[in-house]
């Protein structure tokens, strides 16, 4: 089965540019995570959509928005480009628990973007 | 706010020895799960084991097993017979159970190297 994918493998942006980062999570998974690693650091969440909907979303700034598709496939959006931005952007795939709030757990990740911005 | 401490930034293992990787948590929720992640310099982050925070027995998966201590916070990962393909940065992660978020809490990471 394929795992999780993520397009493109790098990116070369300039400061005040946008970008756009894509995410296909493995059959089945209906709940798409993204998460931004700075180099050095874990993973920080950034968003979680579920059923096409945010479910969550991290301490990042509006310049950040995604979406879900009806294919439960995902998009990053980063709008107005900074040096800071530049870091891994990993994409994460569920099966939503069933549970209170409808979140997930074992997340499952793609190989990651990494976005460079000069 | 929860937030996940691993102590050791890196750590070295001899090939076929064993090694333990630390990370303590802090949480008020009753129930949560916990991870261990690996990352190579690939980039890609694999699962390793986890933890459901309700039950007492410590999970193991093949060569990893956990030690988790749910009253001191402590989680920490025990590699045995260490291999070569096993360096790599690991990360302790944290997820509230049913929380409306979803999201894992990430460590800062350890660094592995295995010495042939």
Redesign the interface.
Known sequence: DAGVTQSPTHLIKTRGQQVTLRCSPISGHKSVSWYQQVLGQGPQFIFQYYEKEERGRGNFPDRFSARQFPNYSSELNVNALLLGDSALYLCASSLPHLGAGGSSYEQYFGPGTRLTVT | AQT?TQSQPEMSVQEAETVTLSCTYDTSESDY?L?W?KQPP??????VI?QEAYKQQNATENRFSVNFQKAAKSFSLKISDSQLGDAAMY?C?Y???????????????TKLSVKP
């Open positions: 996940v799960y991870f992640y690939s980039r890609q982050m694999i699962l986890r990360f992660a997820i509230e159970y049913g929380g409306s978020q979803g999201n894992l809490i990430f460590g800062k990471g």
